[in-house]
């Protein structure tokens, strides 16, 4: 997935969870996974297959968004009781009130209680717009928040190195980093309204990590053959 548009940095999570203490989840909980009728078949009837560390990917991606635009806008002032209108310009702006008989009620009410009255002034806003956010995604593509705190102790030192050693059990993110960008972009502007006008942006990404996280995968022989695959998340230690 090597693109030179994005600036990408590789990060490998080091197992906290061994292989003998994953085993002993596995052996604890693997009749779970055969439950048939609120029914669980014995301990000896599941049998582990095999047992494998692999590293799956996760992108967390940042970035900037800068932008200067017109929009439209209605902002509500109030005024004295005794304004009936106010005028900006070229431009009448009379107080807000609503239509038949209950907008006729409310405005005695207001006047007899000397209560504000509210105009709604339609106007134009400049708005300048600088805006940093962060989005993470799992190893499908599904946009969460992450998990994991990537704290110096957890961190390979050499991730490279690593994920070369076991280059047979490595999950590639499903998600492309184009598509993870858009989803960023997406989210970046959202603050942006429709009825802008002359508008000047700029979108920064600043930088993609893709997060390898070690997982071990259980495959399970039960009853009738039939095969059931348990992960366990080594970093917390969780059956997913």
């Known amino acids: 997935m090597a693109n030179s548009k994005y600036k990408i940095k590789t990060v490998v999570l080091r197992p906290?969870?061994?292989?003998?203490?994953?085993e002993q989840i596995v052996e604890n909980g693997k009749t779970s996974l055969f439950r048939s009728m609120l029914q669980k078949p014995k301990k000896m009837e599941v049998h582990v297959h095999s047992m494998k560390l692999s590293y799956e990917a996760f992108l967390i991606l940042s970035g900037k968004y800068n932008a200067n635009f017109y929009r439209k806008a209605v902002h509500t002032i109030n005024v004295e009781p005794t304004v009936r209108e106010i005028i900006v310009g070229d431009g009448v702006f009379p107080i807000k009130q609503g239509r038949g008989v209950l907008g006729k009620l409310n405005y005695k009410i207001k006047s007899s209680t000397k209560r504000k009255n509210q105009i709604d002034l339609e106007l134009e806003e400049h708005v300048y717009l600088d805006d940093e956010q962060e989005v993470a995604?799992?190893?499908?593509?599904?946009?969460?928040?992450?998990?994991?705190?990537?704290?110096?102790?957890?961190?390979?030192?050499?991730?490279?190195?690593?994920?070369?050693?076991t280059k047979n059990n490595v999950k590639k993110p499903e998600i492309t980093y184009d598509a993870a960008v858009l989803r960023l972009t997406s989210k970046l502007k959202k603050s942006v309204s429709i009825?802008?006008?002359?508008?000047?942006?700029?979108?920064?990404?600043?930088?993609?990590?893709?997060?390898?996280?070690?997982?071990?995968?259980?495959?399970?022989?039960?009853?009738?053959?039939?095969?059931?695959?348990?992960?366990?998340?080594?970093?917390?230690?969780?059956?997913?």
């Open 195 to 240: 009825g802008r006008r002359n508008l000047e942006e700029k979108i920064t990404i600043n930088e993609i990590i893709e997060l390898y996280v070690p997982i071990y995968e259980a495959r399970l022989i039960g009853p009738k053959k039939n095969v059931r695959l348990m992960r366990i998340d080594s970093i917390r230690k969780k059956v997913l």
């Open 16 to 22: 906290i969870l061994d292989l003998s203490e994953a």
């Open 137 to 165: 995604f799992d190893h499908h593509g599904k946009e969460i928040k992450m998990p994991y705190k990537m704290s110096s102790r957890l961190i390979e030192s050499y991730p490279r190195r690593t994920l070369e050693k």
